[in-house]
């Protein structure tokens, strides 16, 4: 199982990005999709996360109104697009599938994990 994330950059303040992460060797369609980021110095958090219909959305709270997750089952695809983007967006970000679903999600309740992507926005 991978699951590759794309789409990392520099970019700077007030921009906007999209991530994409495609899931392989197995399919994640009837499974919570999420992203977590890492910054430097800091411990990994929660920035979203998607049913397996797309029906339902969770945000944190520091995203919510500038990110928007989605995903294309058919593609076994999970996409983050960042809006107005902050200097405090900076950081590693990583794709994440987690087998049971929950109303939050910690990075102990992911299963899968993909490798990061970096997001570095400047001011």
């Known amino acids: 199982v991978q699951l590759q994330a794309f789409g990392g950059g520099l970019v700077q303040a007030g921009g906007s990005l999209r991530l994409s992460c495609a899931a392989s060797?197995?399919?994640?369609?009837?499974?919570?999709m999420g992203w977590f980021r890492q910054a430097p110095g800091k411990e990994r958090e929660f920035v979203a996360a998607i049913s397996w219909s797309g029906g339902t959305t969770y945000y944190a709270d520091s995203v919510k109104g500038r990110f928007t997750i989605s995903r294309d089952n058919a593609k076994n695809t999970v996409y983050l697009q960042m809006n107005s983007l902050k200097p405090e967006d900076t950081a590693v970000y990583y794709c994440a599938v987690a087998l049971i679903p929950r109303n939050t999600y910690y990075p102990r309740d992911m299963d899968y994990w993909g490798k990061g992507t970096l997001v570095t926005v400047s001011s």
């Open positions: 060797g197995r399919t994640f369609s009837s499974r919570v």
